[in-house]
């Protein structure tokens, strides 16, 4: 086989359903901000494979880091025979994390593993059962967090029943209608209602909902809402997954809001593309749970160490978190010159979160009228021009930009010119 197409059609075949892709391009190589496929052709990636090539495509010190470590052992189990790079890099997150409680944290695979056992963490430290999240937000793909995510299509279908114990309040967003003191009030009134605050034990938030459309929770949100887990004896649990590692223009989106959770959640942009997720917490919390009773054959991965050390360093000596900041001014600055060209079909853009950037698609400038045509269309020419782009929304109506943090300022400029140009070709 030689063409996209070809793989496309092998693909198919060979792989179910269930696990489909966006762009049917088989991709050969890449190169920090750039990809090609099997065809020679090259790409501009605005995705990041979500949001997790921060650093970039095969950044030479990742590539350096991670030979060196495979050369003298690729795994043997950190909970049978560790490493000290897993202590080194744990020690690290503790000390990054916001707020100056005393840390700990313990590795995982995935985000979903993550989310996972956060929430074992939260049970046992409170001995309480229930757990709040938002609607919209995205948690995983496992059964718990599966009943976490709040967006049916395509994740939940088909897939129930899903645990008990769940609540779900509305994420706060003010395109919408849904201001922050009426979801202050929904939580009030499922204390009220359905569960009281003595049974619950977590609240999870993602600081920026991710998947279900690129919403910031605003700081003071994020604030009331430590103060009632504060109030409660619940444990605040910030989702990072997504917003972590620098992409919002702060090594955590949490630090926008000047907060302490007491949980966090990191996987995607720890390790550059290497599979490796976390649970950072505050130590007396952390330690609730017994010996043995967390872990994962592979949990924090002697490879997936060696990449994520890399990446911090990467982080801080590329200054990459004030240079997300600005990589979100420039893309503000030209998504705002578009949407005064294209007021009906640009509802909002939302760019003040560092690199992780959207622009809402409705039509006739209403924001209850949801343009995913548009949205399907736009990311088809966007490819066929050479561009990645990704969408979510609980609405199916936003463009998502996620590059690379270490991307070239004339990438920047080629992708926002490709943008641009797919639009105008799309947009009636
Ligand atoms: N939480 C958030 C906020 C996410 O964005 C994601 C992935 N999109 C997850 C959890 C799940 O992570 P994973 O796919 O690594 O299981």
């Not at 950190?78 to 080194?88: E, I, K, L, R």
């Not at 966090?264 to 919390?285: D, N, S, Y």
């Not at 009228?369 to 561009?387: F, R, V, Y």
């Amino acid at each position: 086989s030689t063409t996209n197409a070809q793989w496309q059609a092998r693909k198919d075949q060979a792989i179910a359903i269930g696990e489909a892709n966006l762009a049917p391009i088989y991709i050969e190589k890449g190169k920090n901000a750039l990809l090609w496929d099997v065809e020679g052709n090259r790409y501009v990636d605005f995705a990041s494979g979500i949001a997790v090539t921060n650093t970039g495509h095969s950044h030479p010190r990742i590539v350096a880091a991670v030979k060196e470590q495979v050369e003298r052992f690729s795994h043997t189990c950190v909970m049978v025979t560790p490493y000290n790079s897993a202590v080194v890099l744990a020690e690290k997150l503790n000390e990054l994390a916001p707020g100056n409680s005393p840390k700990k944290s313990m590795f995982v695979t995935t985000g979903a593993e993550a989310v996972e056992n956060a929430i074992k963490i939260a049970r046992a430290h409170t001995r309480r059962r229930a757990v709040i999240a938002f609607n919209g937000g995205y948690h995983g793909r496992t059964n718990f967090t599966l009943g976490l995510t709040g967006k049916n299509a395509p994740y939940k279908t088909l897939f129930g029943p899903f645990p008990a114990d769940i609540y779900r309040a509305p994420f706060p967003i003010p395109y919408h209608g849904v201001t922050e003191e009426q979801s202050i009030e929904a939580l009030h009134n499922l204390f009220n209602c359905d569960i009281t605050p003595e049974e619950v034990a977590a609240i999870i938030i993602e600081p920026v909902q991710g998947e279900g459309g690129f919403y910031p929770a605003s700081n003071s949100f994020l604030k009331a809402l430590r103060e009632i887990c504060t109030e409660h004896g619940i444990v605040m649990i910030a989702d990072e997954i997504q917003t972590g590692f620098g992409r919002t223009g702060k090594l955590f989106a949490s630090e926008h809001a000047d907060i302490e959770p007491d949980l966090i959640t990191v996987a995607k942009g720890m390790a550059g593309g290497f599979p490796i997720a976390a649970v950072i917490g505050k130590t007396e919390i952390m330690d609730a749970a017994s010996a043995g009773g967390l872990g994962g054959t592979y949990a924090g991965s002697p490879i997936s160490c060696a990449a994520a050390l890399a990446v911090l360093d990467i982080i801080e000596d590329e200054k990459l978190v004030a240079r997300s900041h600005q990589i979100g001014i420039v893309f503000s600055t030209h998504l705002k010159e578009l949407q005064k060209q294209y007021p009906d079909l640009i509802g909002e853009v939302r760019a003040d979160r560092g690199a992780m950037i959207a622009l809402e698609l409705v039509k006739n400038g209403d924001p209850s009228q949801p343009n995913s045509e548009l949205l399907g269309a736009l990311i088809k020419e966007a490819l066929n021009n050479g561009l990645i782009l990704l969408k979510c929304g609980i609405r199916n109506n936003v463009v998502r930009f996620l590059p690379p943090l270490t991307i070239e300022d004339e990438v920047v400029e080629e992708g926002l010119n490709l943008f641009k140009k797919s639009f105008e070709s799309v947009a009636k």
